[in-house]
């Protein structure tokens, strides 16, 4: 397994931790010793299959858990010690929203207004009608929560947290249970947020999620940091696939495997495998060499789902 990228002591950092860890009674560590910097104004992907200490990170950054051991900051400042100060600049949706559903989308949102200490109460209709605005619930903002969709419904709760600004938006499971639709309209409103300076810290178990909407990721894996970068950086540590396209399939695949190719598998006209290091170049010249016809060569794009397997030998939901 690949050694995490060491998180980088840095001002412009919005999360930054420093040996977070987190182990409960009974011994269960979900934490582990965790070094992560979320840099300004990211779409920062956090990602690990379920289980893998996502959401206990997010309680503990947020001031929700206590630490074990190591340190948090958020904002630039020290958490749990500054909930106070730093919770206000911030917008949560963790685990779903929790509504009214007898009240209506408007009135969940005057009643999540009305609980903030901070709020003017004389501005807070045009407040609740920006926000409704905001996420595209205008038209519905009249109907009784218990029958907005599920895509609805979480948009909801991303309004009650855009009520006042912030600085930074927590998304923890953002999709979870929504159809294809709902999941187009959170990915598309997320990039919105980015687009207005808001720094997104979307945790999820679905790579492709990630890959779509994210400039930057961390991955999970059993409470550990296996690694953290830009996206473009996490998929450029796994190398390709080869794969080459040819009538002689059988000359093939003996060539590249004397050649040092690993994994081949034939199917049909087409062989892939996994290079060994260095030029590709090099066992394209050896198939020609050896007679072998060659009508398609190349390296497929490495994807996250390949990135996440070469880091930990395993896989999970790619889409749900």
């Keep these: 397994m690949s050694e995490p990228t060491a998180a980088r002591d840095d001002d412009s950092a919005v999360i930054s931790t420093r040996g977070l860890t987190k182990r409960y009674r009974g011994g269960q560590l979900a934490v582990d010793a965790l070094d992560l910097t979320v840099p300004r104004g990211s779409v920062f992907g956090f990602l690990g299959p379920n289980g893998s200490g996502k959401t206990t990170t997010i309680r503990m950054l947020l001031g929700l ?30 685990e779903g929203p929790a509504l ?18 901070t709020a003017d109460p004389g501005t807070r209709g045009a407040r609740v009608g920006r926000a409704l605005e905001r996420v595209g619930l205008s038209a519905a ?23 006042q600004p912030r600085e930074l938006l927590v998304l923890d499971e953002p999709t979870n249970g929504l159809d294809p639709q709902g999941m187009r309209e959170i990915r598309s409103l997320v990039r919105e947020l980015s687009g207005d300076g808001i720094t997104v810290f979307l945790s999820s ?7 779509q909407v994210c400039t930057h990721a961390a991955v999970m894996h ?3 940091l296996v690694t953290q970068g830009t996206v473009a950086e996490l998929s450029a540590g796994a190398r390709g696939r080869l794969t080459v396209t040819t009538p002689d399939p059988g ?5 590249l495997k004397e050649h040092g190719v690993t994994d081949l598998v034939t199917d049909g006209e087409e062989v892939t495998g996994d290079p060994p290091p260095g030029d590709p170049a090099a066992l394209n010249a050896a198939l020609v060499r050896s007679g072998v016809r060659v009508r398609a060569f190349g390296l497929r794009r490495v994807s996250l ?12 939901d790619v889409a749900g």
């Design 65 to 94: 858990i206590e630490p074990t051991g190591g340190t948090a900051h958020v904002l630039g400042a020290p958490m749990p010690g500054s909930v106070r100060q730093v919770l206000p600049r911030i917008g949560a949706l963790i």
């Design 100 to 117: 009214y559903g007898f009240l209506s989308g408007r009135d969940n949102l005057l009643r999540y207004d009305a609980a903030d200490p």
């Design 141 to 163: 903002a009249g109907r009784k929560a218990r029958t907005y969709s599920l895509g609805m419904k979480q948009r909801l709760g991303l309004a009650a947290a855009l009520l």
């Design 205 to 211: 178990h679905l790579l492709d999620e990630i890959e």
């Design 222 to 224: 059993r409470g550990r």
């Design 251 to 255: 000359d093939a695949a003996r060539v």
């Design 305 to 316: 789902e390949d990135a996440f397997v070469s880091l930990t030998g395993e896989g999970f």
